[in-house]
């Protein structure tokens, strides 16, 4: 009996190490009874949510390290925030080792799911949507890592962001990939970040495709080595339907992929087509800024074996029909603002490439605009990186 | 048999070890206590008298959570004292706690909501929410939060019907998040500093010491006092426990503390990093002289979740808010962004 005792104290003890499954079922009282599951998870225990549909008045939240949430499907598993009465997002993370997969966000009135300061994080087979189609009362991110090491993005949906659909900003060591942005603003932004691939991704009916950001004023600054490779990035037509103030909100509709002010970035082996003011555009930041230290060029951009379909047959940029027109009625596949000159070293084999001279700051009207061939220089030092083994077992 | 007296042998000499005392034991100890009463905060719970060890304390300039009322408590253990700090919060000891009760004045009797409880633990500090059960008697623990209907009249007449926000456990910490560590926001010397506050904590033995030139913030709505320190005052205690370089609003670059000096941190022709369409059709967070054009206060002016500031706590416009920092943007030189 003292033995089967000492072995049941044993057990008891050693129960807290082991893992444990939270299931949430559909029904009543939905957002207290998911909050709950979300604050009583401990490490390595996970939150299963149950197929059906979840009615949430207010933002989930989830602080505790190395917990999975796992839902039954993106389609069986809908968290829906249509009623959502405060918070600035469907569900916030802000704690590391933590796994996202197999659920739905849907008509969060922010952000749809946002983590912040969480490393490691793995966002796998999650949808994010907008059901009433692209609208600008429609939150701003679909999924949304910030201040993060360490971000896998892998088989995800987002659809109606009023701003990016998957955006990750000021982080490092990033990957989007397999992933599906459609009926955004921007499809997949990569902003202020080091070291990212967004590879085997489709980005399809955005305003634009795929960003490349480095913007002024903000805690971190862009570090590059973004590879943009093996894409598709077709028929990004949505007129732009951002809030006015927004740096996205001056995408030209009709964009393919962006570089703008971010230094070494590579954009390889992408199918682009469909999209009507360029395929590719590369572009100095061109507000006034007072950060010092920033860098407003783009830097050691690399455009090569990209099939480039239909392109350049609308483009929406300021002066862009006047362009187009004296081209001949379309525009090439790239554009590049020209500003920086050499310095922007832009190379590969993609072209031609329309540039037209602009200084930094300069309007529109002061283009010398004319058509180039990239010098296909060998490409500058490369970075890589790999994320940790168990994110990539994570998202099997 | 013997397991049942047992129990009540401890009932009894929980009850008896703390005649109208405070249960330090539930503050530094690791559980979540399933009401308020467990505490012993409160000699008369219902009529919330407090219990030995409480100092009853406001703020010059508080936090607005929709015209709510509150009653503030700093709770140390016996023999204990907090360590004044000029500029962040006092360094109160592990054992003690925070008391804050919200509520609103129901014909003319203030009725309490919730209470938010925030424990200085070994480990940290720990916030728990409590719900005030109807008759008024006990709060019962809520980590996950809830939704109150609430009908109430603000100080200019006008009726209020809302939707009160409790807040869960994670977004107590959104907003006393710093650096990833729980920490109090309220209880800094410069919203002490008034009515003779941190005196009475010094004569009473609560506070270790009180230099004559603690710093004071401007009451918010004190006419005499400079605009610009109002405004600024408003701001910080709104707005700077997300919006600082280590809250949960670090990654916006907008840094609205009352000791930052950087004018586009600040604001001033500062454009907005995420803020999606909370920006509205406005191009930077503070436009000089044109507070319509500045984010800012388009996002104190909205109700939407989407767009509203603060994300939390706030299903009303704090309308002598708005107007102290419109007037504030307003006296400001109209000038244009420099590069």
Known sequence: MLRFCALAAVLLAATPALARDIVVEAGPNAQERLQSALLDARPGDTVRIGAGRFELTDGLSLDVNGVTVRGAGTERTVLSFKGQLGAGEGLLVTSDDVVLRDFAVEDSKGDGIKSKGADRIVYKNVRVEWTGGPKATNGAYGVYPVESEDVLIDGVTVKGASDAGIYVGQSNRIVVRNSTAMYNVAGIEIENSGLAEVTGNLAAHNTGGILVFDLPALPKRGAGYVLVKGNRVVDNDTPNFAPPGNTVATVPTGTGVLVMAENDVSVTGNELSGNGTANIMVVAYRQPFEDKGYDPYPRNIRLAGNKHGRTGFAPAMPGGKELAAALGGTLPPVFWDGTGGDKVRLVGDDGPVLALGLALGAGIETAKPQLIKLDNAAPSPWRTFKLPAAMEAAAK | ?339
């Open chain 2, 1 to 339: 048999m013997k397991a049942l007296l047992g129990a009540v042998a401890l009932f009894a000499a929980a009850l008896i070890g703390r005649p109208g005392g405070v249960n330090d034991a539930a503050i530094a100890g690791e559980g979540y206590p399933a009401r308020l009463s467990e505490f012993g905060f409160f000699t008369d719970l219902a009529a919330r008298m407090p219990a030995q060890g409480l100092f009853r304390y406001d703020l010059d300039t508080p936090l607005f959570s929709d015209y709510a009322a509150k009653e503030r408590y700093i709770y140390l253990p016996a023999g204990a004292r907090a360590k004044y700090d000029p500029d962040g919060p006092l360094d109160l000891p592990v054992g003690a706690a925070l008391v804050k009760t919200f509520g609103y004045t129901v014909d003319g009797r203030f009725k309490p909501l919730e209470t938010r409880v925030l424990l200085h633990r070994a480990g940290g500090w720990v916030p728990i929410p409590y719900v005030w059960n109807a008759e008024g008697s006990d709060a019962d623990i809520r980590r996950a939060g809830t939704r109150i209907p609430v009908a109430f009249v603000d100080p200019s007449g006008e009726r209020h019907a809302i939707s009160y926000a409790v807040p869960n456990q994670n977004q107590c910490k959104d907003c006393h998040g710093l650096a990833g560590r729980v920490t109090p926001i309220g209880i800094k010397a410069r919203y002490l500093n008034h009515g003779g506050q941190l005196e009475k904590m010094l004569a009473a033995g609560m506070l270790d010491r009180l230099p004559p030139d603690a710093p004071r913030v401007a009451r918010w709505d004190d006419q005499a006092a400079p605009l610009d320190a109002r405004a600024r005052a408003w701001l910080e205690i709104n707005c700077a426990h997300c919006h600082n370089p280590r809250g949960a609003a670090s990654n916006s670059g907008l840094f609205l503390d009352l000791a930052r000096t950087d004018p586009e941190q600040r604001g001033l022709f500062k454009r907005p990093t995420a803020a999606g369409r909370g920006a509205g059709t406005r191009d930077f967070d503070i436009v000089p002289g044109v507070p319509d054009a500045s984010i800012l206060l388009y996002r104190m002016e909205s109700t939407d979740p989407g767009i509203a500031m603060p994300e939390l706590g706030r299903a009303t416009v704090h309308k002598e808010g708005v107007a102290l920092v419109r007037q504030w943007i307003e006296s400001m030189p109209k000038s244009a962004p420099g590069r």
